[in-house]
């Protein structure tokens, strides 16, 4: 996992030094152990390094011949690919067998990939500087036309950071945002920089866009012929991606929730490991709350993990809430921001690397509202309604904060059962653009890289084969991963009723709705978009579900305006930063 940046310039135009140290300064927490650049006559790379595998030579840039490469990310088939693609390699990275499978494939070469990746590829011989992003968008990459060339980085802020463009907001993505917790689609919440979308390979050449296009999802498998069939090949498919996640001359660990996803990881890390797997799980000091610690131990010692508790109290939050918001240039409102920041903290003392759950829902149809969408009576659109909807909070309520959704829905595959669509929507946007760039920023704060065994396209494939009644049966989705799970790890209690995941940001809200009644209404995004009063009421009701979590959205919408639109770094805690206006 790193940092990449990087300049394809426009006729007449050099490389600008000190904005390239800008752009390198600016990825510094991505990449704490090593940074390097490449400066040619037509292109600028960028590369700050977090070491996990190859620690002694796999720094970068990598060159061979007129190719010139960065990339953040890890490609787990590295070892195959060097069998495949042979030659003189000069280090063990995973990142240097790109050249030669680039040489040979062009702008085909990510369909030899297995992996997570942002890569950018400069080849001098014929002036071009391609860009590419994984299938599932687990690595980030964003892009701008600047004053001098075509202009890439791994995050939004380091472009802003570098005066590549002004800083301002889409007012139509900032709708999204408050409505959906997440922006959808290429254009990001800032004007003038997109998102490179999942899958894309982009082509540049002087400073302008050339071409594009987008990986295909892949084929399903041969359908298993009867359940027994499919657990013994989600078996198989399951253990090689985890055993390819672990691929790392690093250590490294997982987080362990109390449900399906991570359980599967635990289990399958235990048979692969000589070594006591290094779990850690988040719980909060609010009572009432669910809290999966307990589940998540008993789960742990029956595998004989270590097992790690990390608590989070009220106090911690808004202490260290103006850094977490502060990590989500591209803005996720999504509460899971705080377990994720304080778990990554403090794993990063024992680890460098942690495998996570993230996906198994979107697979293996684990979510409810998949199961409501598929109806064939009043099937329920998913994400119908936005999080001000009826609360009479915003002066003016966004209108076409669903219409990314929508496309998403309208480009799932319409030869797919209902419920794979609905699967493939939230792949589509809520995968990428919440999910994985959540864990990307809250675990490169502290530099650490986060893995997604279940995000992989042989697992893809085969979910994806599997018939609707494998998926969701007797009301409850992840019917084989349950079935896998009682098997092989039955301390999951697999088939019994879930809490749910919470974390409790409307009663820590409810508790300081004084004092934010107080700075809320005051900050400008919030002035802008609502009366004092509203939202003074909306405050005062915050132990409500619905009105806390909407408070929460307007917490952090401040926040996010404050840092990465006014330019403001936090100021100590919440309540010292709101009052630096």
């Avoid at 690397?353 to 064939?376: H, K, P, T, W």
Wanted: hydrophobic share 45%.
């Amino acid at each position: 996992m790193c940092g990449i940046a990087g300049i394809s310039f426009t006729p007449g135009a050099k490389a600008d030094r000190s904005m390239l140290d800008r752009l390198t300064a600016a990825l510094a927490h991505r990449g704490p152990d090593g940074h390097g650049q490449f400066i040619g006559e037509t292109a600028a790379l960028v590369h700050t390094r977090l070491a996990i595998i190859d620690l002694a030579t796999g720094g970068q840039p990598l060159h061979e011949g007129a190719l010139n490469l960065v990339a953040n990310g890890e490609i787990y088939n590295y070892r195959e690919l060097r069998e495949t693609f042979r030659g003189e390699y000069a280090t063990q990275s995973d990142c240097e067998p790109l050249l030669k499978v680039y040489a040979r494939a062009c702008f085909t070469y990510t369909e030899h990939l297995r992996g997570m990746y942002a890569i950018a590829i400069h080849d001098g011989a014929f002036h071009t500087l391609t860009l590419s992003r994984d299938l599932f968008g687990m690595k980030p990459l964003y892009v701008a036309k600047g004053a001098s060339g075509f202009v890439f980085a791994s995050e939004p802020q380091a472009l802003l950071a570098a005066g590549v463009v002004p800083r301002g907001v889409e007012r139509g993505k900032l709708g999204e945002l408050l409505n959906l917790q997440f922006c959808t689609g290429a254009q990001s919440i800032f004007p003038g920089i997109q998102r490179v979308l999942p899958g894309e390979t982009l082509t540049v050449r002087a400073g302008e866009l050339k071409g594009r296009k987008r990986l295909a999802f892949p084929n399903p498998h041969n359908a298993p012929d009867n359940e027994e069939d499919a657990l013994e090949k989600l078996d198989a498919v399951l253990e090689k991606a985890v055993d390819l996640h672990q691929r790392s001359d690093v250590p490294y660990g997982m987080f362990l929730s109390g449900g399906i996803d991570s359980a599967a990881i635990l289990a399958l890390m235990a048979r692969l490991n000589t070594n006591p797997v290094l779990a850690f799980t988040a719980g909060f000091d609010v009572p009432g709350v669910a809290d999966e610690r307990d589940a998540a131990a008993a789960m742990a010692k029956s595998v004989g993990a270590r097992h790690e508790r990390v608590e989070i109290t009220q106090a911690m939050m808004w202490e260290h809430l103006p850094e977490i918001v502060a990590c989500m240039d591209d803005p996720v409102a999504d509460y899971a921001i705080i377990p994720s920041w304080f778990l990554a903290r403090e794993a990063r003392r024992d680890v460098k690397v942690i495998l996570s759950g993230e996906g198994g829902d979107e697979m293996f149809a684990g979510y409810g509202r998949y199961r409501a969408a598929s109806r064939l009576l009043f099937p329920k659109p998913m994400r119908a309604r936005g999080v001000f909807d009826g609360l009479d909070v915003l002066r003016h309520p966004p209108k076409g904060w669903r219409e990314g959704i929508e496309a998403a829905e309208r480009q799932a595959g319409q030869n797919l059962s209902r419920l794979k669509q609905a699967q493939m929507t939230d792949m589509a946007d809520w995968l990428p653009h919440d999910l994985l760039l959540k864990l990307d920023r809250c675990l490169m704060a502290h530099g650490i890289e986060g893995r997604t065994p279940f995000i992989d396209k042989e697992v893809a494939a085969f979910a994806f084969s599997l018939p609707d009644k494998l998926a969701v049966r007797g009301g409850l989705g992840k019917y084989l991963m349950r079935r896998w799970l009682e098997k092989n790890l039955p301390a999951a209690k697999p088939f019994a009723r879930k809490q749910g995941f919470d974390v409790p940001v409307g009663a820590w809200i409810a508790a300081q709705a004084k004092p934010l009644a107080e700075l809320l209404p005051r900050q400008p995004i919030i002035a802008e978009l609502a009366d004092a009063a509203a939202v003074r009421a909306l405050l005062a009701h915050a132990d409500d579900k619905r009105a806390g979590f909407a408070a929460w959205v307007l917490l952090f919408t401040a926040l996010w305006h404050r840092r990465h639109v006014l330019d403001l770094p936090p100021a100590g805690d919440v309540f010292s930063t709101l009052r630096q206006i």
